[in-house]
């Protein structure tokens, strides 16, 4: 049973900057895509960000392309997320965990952790 254990979220201004990071238990080995995805008060979880097993291949929703960072560590089975230039639309809760790609849609794969809430005030 895989346990994602997302961190890093908090309160901070917009233009601001946090850095989540997310910890996999339970998997030691997959070549899925991860991804964070997002989700605001009364809305749907929305991609934010993949990256491929490898590292070379990194993946942005329009709204985050330019402003976030996604990256992974192998070796330590983590995958973070660099949130720069933050805005009060990024306020949700962020997961993390394994996805697919079909046509330009991400689908997980995992099960939603526990997340990370994100608040960011005008």
């Known amino acids: 049973q895989v346990q994602l254990v997302e961190s890093g979220g908090g309160l901070v201004q917009a233009g601001g900057s946090l850095r989540l990071s997310c910890a996999i238990h339970?998997?030691?080995?997959?070549?899925?895509?991860m991804t964070w995805f997002r989700q605001a008060p009364g809305k749907e979880h929305e991609f934010v960000a993949a990256?491929?097993?490898?590292?070379?291949?990194?993946y942005y929703a329009p709204s985050t392309l330019g402003r976030f960072t996604i990256s992974r560590d192998n070796a330590k089975n983590t995958v973070d997320l660099q949130m720069n230039s933050l805005r009060t639309e990024d306020t949700a809760v962020y997961y993390c965990?394994?996805?697919?790609?079909?046509?330009?849609?991400?689908?997980?794969?995992?099960?939603w952790g526990q997340g990370t809430q994100v608040t960011v005030s005008s």
């Open positions: 965990g394994a996805a697919y790609q079909h046509g330009n849609k991400w689908y997980p794969i995992d099960s």
């Open positions: 339970g998997r030691t080995f997959s070549s899925a895509p």
């Open positions: 990256i491929s097993w490898s590292g070379d291949r990194t």
